[in-house]
């Protein structure tokens, strides 16, 4: 992603239990794929649910587009993961959820029509970007430059 850095597709989930002389040892919470002693490892951020709090209909929301999907395939499908060109700097939370969306010109009638792809949660932010899984979907024509519109955010 050109001036975003790189997709990291992760392969497991590691808990450091504790320091063993200069190593430190670990164990594996989850997997996803294989795990190989070469990969690079990154600290995550701790995840805290509170199920009190629910993302609220915007109307002003950020508008942005669809940088890459993760895994691009022919035809997207429910919990495919995409990364969108708005982030922390720009209000976006983990939480929102954003409309994907195409507008092209109609032809027969004239004008442009709106056609709604898909709505995708927010599952991280960096400063930049956010990444978010496809909760709901339209139509599975999704990709890079589509458009995306913040249309829930969660509270401060």
Do not use: C, W
């Not at 590691?14 to 996803?32: D, I, K, S």
């Not at 294989?34 to 002003?60: C, G, L, M, W």
Request: charged share 20%.
């Amino acid at each position: 992603m050109l001036g975003y850095g790189e997709i990291i597709q992760p392969t497991g989930l590691l808990r450091v239990v504790g320091p063993m002389g200069n190593r430190y040892r670990a164990t594996v919470v989850e997997q996803y794929d294989h795990v190989r002693s070469a990969q690079e490892y990154i600290k995550v951020a701790p995840f805290s649910f509170n199920s009190s709090r629910r993302a609220v209909p915007v109307t002003d929301g950020v508008q942005g587009e669809v940088l890459a999907l993760r895994n691009p395939r022919v035809l997207v499908v429910p919990q495919t993961v995409l990364f969108v060109n708005k982030g922390a700097d720009d209000g976006v939370r983990p939480g929102d959820v954003f409309q994907v969306y195409t507008v092209f010109q109609d032809e027969l009638r004239g004008g442009t029509i709106e056609r709604q792809l898909a709505s995708a949660l927010v599952v991280s932010v960096r400063s930049r970007s956010a990444t978010a899984v496809i909760i709901e979907l339209q139509r599975g024509d999704i990709q890079a430059g589509s458009l995306a519109r913040q249309v829930r955010r969660m509270p401060s």
